[in-house]
């Protein structure tokens, strides 16, 4: 008698991004100049020296992610391009200057290293709200409360693999000359004058963001 034939396990492919029916993944930020983006790379260099489980984030991709939205569908996305400038528009432009380094959620357990900005954070947290309370008029699910919103550029995402004596490597570099050098010795001065929404794509080398509408403040 014949043993019945297993059923071939079939790999799923993930969907085309680039298909007209797929969802596009997007976010909401503040983009970086090339001043932040030439220090992001210095900082990256010294901490890669350590041959750490990281994926670093190309500098020339930093941003500071005012809301993230995720997987949305195509019709959807033109509702929010069309619905956010108005709203936007009503803020005044404003400064931030690059801070000190810090990890998510702490150093026991590192899972995202960033460079923190400090500034007219006032005015940026309530940009962060009004735009929140916009989207939320839009039916979009987001985080309107300023007291959960810490601002941040990401520098690299910590690996799974990575060992238990990550956290300490971690602080002490954060705190080493060459660091400290690089990040609070030198400042970075960023002049909010827009907000850009984006879509990301997925890719072997990492995330390819692409602008589809840009913002001014007004005031």
Do not use: C
């Not at 992610?65 to 996305?77: K, S, Y």
């Not at 989207?135 to 309107?144: A, K, N, R, Y």
């Amino acid at each position: 008698m014949r043993r019945p034939k297993k059923p071939k396990f079939k790999k799923e492919r993930p969907p085309d991004q680039y298909a007209v029916d797929t969802g596009w993944r997007l976010f909401i930020a503040l983009p970086m100049p090339e001043a932040v983006q030439q220090q992001i790379t210095g900082i990256a260099a010294a901490l890669g020296e350590h041959d750490w489980p990281v994926r670093w984030v190309a500098a020339e991709s930093s941003h500071l992610t005012l809301h993230f939205l995720g997987e949305t569908p195509p019709e959807r996305a033109e509702l929010l391009r069309l619905g956010l400038g108005q709203v936007i528009a009503r803020h005044a432009p404003f400064s931030l200057f690059t801070g000190d380094l810090g990890v998510f959620p702490h150093l026991n357990k590192p899972r995202v290293l960033w460079l923190g900005l400090t500034g007219d954070t006032d005015q940026l947290a309530a940009l962060h709200r009004d735009i929140g309370r916009q989207l939320l008029e839009l039916e979009f699910e987001t985080d309107t409360d300023t007291r959960r919103f810490h601002p941040h550029i990401t520098l690299g995402r910590v690996r799974d693999e990575a060992p238990g004596s990550l956290g300490a490597e971690i602080g002490r570099a954060f705190d080493s000359p060459q660091v400290r050098d690089l990040v609070l010795d030198v400042p970075q001065r960023i002049e909010v004058g827009e907000v850009v929404l984006v879509r990301s794509f997925l890719e072997r080398g990492g995330a390819r963001h692409e602008p589809i509408a840009r913002y001014p403040l007004r005031g």
